[in-house]
């Protein structure tokens, strides 16, 4: 049993970080009474600590890769007790916002690293068991955050859902440091801090550029200039890393198709499982009716599931060729999605999506840990890092921009549908259903018109989830092509052989 417990530490920091991301959707309201402030306002609450996390990844990766997993985890495991804390007090909310995104930082620190702390705990089966149930966790983390908050919310407070964090980091951290195997000395070489500042400006104002785009459009002149200001940085860094003899991120991996494959996955896995999430939570609360719990709840499935089919793949696939495990779990992500779109119509409730759900869990449980595993066989050990930030980084991005893309096709088609049954002003209906404001735009009307605007908005709430569906069932299709057809078959050799195979060339 002792041989767990490192695998039990990497998971409970990894649990904390991924929960964090969701579980502060359904406190927002409570939060913005508490703090006096609006709650537009308080999105930048959930969006700076996304963003913090996706852009600094592959940086902290660089870091961990020169200074050791081990103390790069622990330092940001204390940045995110830390910053957890000073979210629980905060009393305005520039405060919050600010502590969001430290909280951040320190996620990012944790989530880079933890590749590389399981490829040095654990080899041969019982690495792909590690990578199981780490896959398991990761999948699941996204659906309990509501869940947890709804719980936390309804029985304590909003500030509880940071709060309790301080415990569960004060058991990671005695694990981590019991457990947990020291690293070797430094390694020699710089920090690429050109290269970490230019991927740095690329990824900001990408995740920022798809943030704003659902409140002011894709067509504003905010969301061009960022995506200009991101196409211009990643050039840089592309010329950067390619003249640098410390890169943080090789670009010679990028010429090996079986990578590229696996990032591609990694970019896409998010997006077609769990973007549909933040505007099927919309429906189900403010549409359906159901409290914060219970529509949470409503993703156990895709929860159980996941973990059942990651510990299962982990322990019984473990050395098998990634190609057609990663491929055929983007596939069946797809399907689910593609079921859900199929089994919602107009009079749905809750249970249209279980099934649809169940199957996307499905896919969850096979790819994410194939796509860990599959990554860190890529490099060498001392380069894990670099590939474990290279993944997370493409799995945070997708995630933003699943959730904004999602957002405007769940938009445009729910106004083209209160367009149709003759709804007042469908635009501005739209943009407040996909915002989660059915309730005030009912109230605005008189009474002869509610019944009939209220049945419209379930109509055209109904049609926006069936839209954001299909879309991420294509694009689930999409990644599992890409992998089949990029990813090259294993041949029957060690995982040693293939991370020789695909070493970079930069040492």
């Known amino acids: 049993m002792r041989k767990w417990w490192p695998l039990v530490a990497v998971c409970l920091g990894t649990f904390m970080l991924l929960v964090d991301v969701t579980i502060v959707n359904v406190a927002l309201p409570g939060m913005a009474v508490d703090l006096g402030t609006s709650f537009s306002s308080l999105q930048w609450v959930v969006d700076g600590y996304a963003l913090a996390l996706a852009v600094l990844l592959l940086g902290a990766g660089a870091l961990g890769d020169l200074f050791g997993h081990r103390r790069l985890y622990i330092g940001g495991l204390i940045v995110f007790a830390l910053a957890s804390l000073a979210c629980g007090l905060a009393g305005d909310d520039a405060t919050l916002i600010a502590a969001r995104v430290v909280q951040g930082v320190g996620a990012a620190a944790m989530f880079t690293t933890t590749f590389a702390l399981l490829n040095s705990a654990y080899q041969g089966r019982a690495r792909g068991v590690a990578y199981g149930v780490w896959g398991g966790v990761s999948g699941a983390a996204a659906a309990i955050g509501p869940i947890l908050g709804g719980l936390l919310t309804e029985?304590?407070?909003?500030?509880?859902?940071?709060?309790?964090?301080?415990?569960?980091?004060?058991?990671?951290?005695?694990?981590?440091?019991?457990?947990?195997?020291?690293?070797?000395?430094?390694?020699?070489?710089?920090?690429?801090?050109?290269?970490?500042?230019?991927?740095?400006?690329?990824?900001?104002?990408?995740?920022?550029?798809?943030?704003?785009?659902?409140?002011?459009?894709?067509?504003?002149?905010?969301?061009?200039?960022?995506?200009?200001?991101?196409?211009?940085?990643?050039?840089?860094?592309g010329l950067v890393e390619r003249r640098s003899p410390h890169a943080m991120l090789d670009l010679a991996l990028l010429r090996n198709r079986?990578?590229?494959?696996i990032l591609v996955a990694a970019l896409l896995v998010n997006f077609a499982a769990f973007a549909a999430f933040t505007y099927t939570s919309i429906w189900l609360q403010t549409v359906i009716g159901l409290s914060p719990v219970q529509a949470g709840l409503t993703g156990l499935p895709m929860s159980i599931v996941s973990v059942v089919v990651a510990g299962v793949a982990g322990a019984r696939l473990h050395g098998r060729s990634p190609r057609l495990i990663i491929?055929?779990?983007?596939?069946?992500?797809?399907?689910?999605?593609?079921?859900?779109a199929l089994l919602l119509g107009p009079q749905s409730s809750w249970p249209a999506l279980l099934a649809g759900y169940a199957v996307i869990g499905a896919g969850v449980g096979l790819v994410m840990p194939a796509l860990a595993e599959s990554a860190m066989s890529a490099v060498p050990a001392h380069r894990g890092g670099m590939a474990g930030g290279a993944v997370t980084t493409a799995r945070q991005l997708g995630f933003a921009i699943g959730i904004a893309v999602l957002g405007t096709v769940f938009a445009a088609r729910a106004e083209d549908h209160l367009g149709e049954q003759g709804a007042p002003e469908p635009e501005r209906a739209a943009q407040a259903l996909a915002g989660g404001q059915a309730g005030r735009v009912l109230a605005a009307l008189p009474d002869g018109l509610r019944d009939t605007v209220d049945r419209a908005l379930h109509g055209a709430a109904v049609a926006g989830l069936d839209a954001g569906f299909l879309v991420a069932a294509g694009v689930g299709l999409l990644?599992?092509?890409?992998?089949?057809?990029?990813?090259?078959?294993?041949?029957?050799?060690?995982?040693?052989?293939?991370?020789?195979?695909?070493?970079?060339?930069?040492?």
């Open 327 to 340: 491929g055929g779990g983007m596939l069946l992500i797809g399907a689910g999605s593609a079921l859900c």
């Open 155 to 237: 029985a304590l407070s909003w500030r509880w859902i940071f709060l309790v964090n301080l415990p569960v980091s004060v058991a990671a951290l005695v694990l981590c440091g019991t457990v947990l195997a020291a690293d070797r000395a430094p390694r020699r070489g710089r920090f690429d801090l050109t290269g970490t500042l230019t991927f740095t400006v690329a990824a900001g104002a990408l995740t920022l550029a798809v943030i704003r785009a659902t409140s002011v459009g894709w067509g504003a002149a905010q969301t061009w200039g960022l995506l200009l200001l991101s196409g211009v940085a990643l050039v840089a860094f």
């Open 479 to 507: 990644g599992g092509i890409a992998v089949l057809v990029l990813v090259r078959p294993a041949p029957a050799r060690d995982s040693d052989d293939r991370r020789a195979e695909y070493a970079p060339v930069h040492e």
């Open 258 to 261: 079986s990578f590229a494959g």
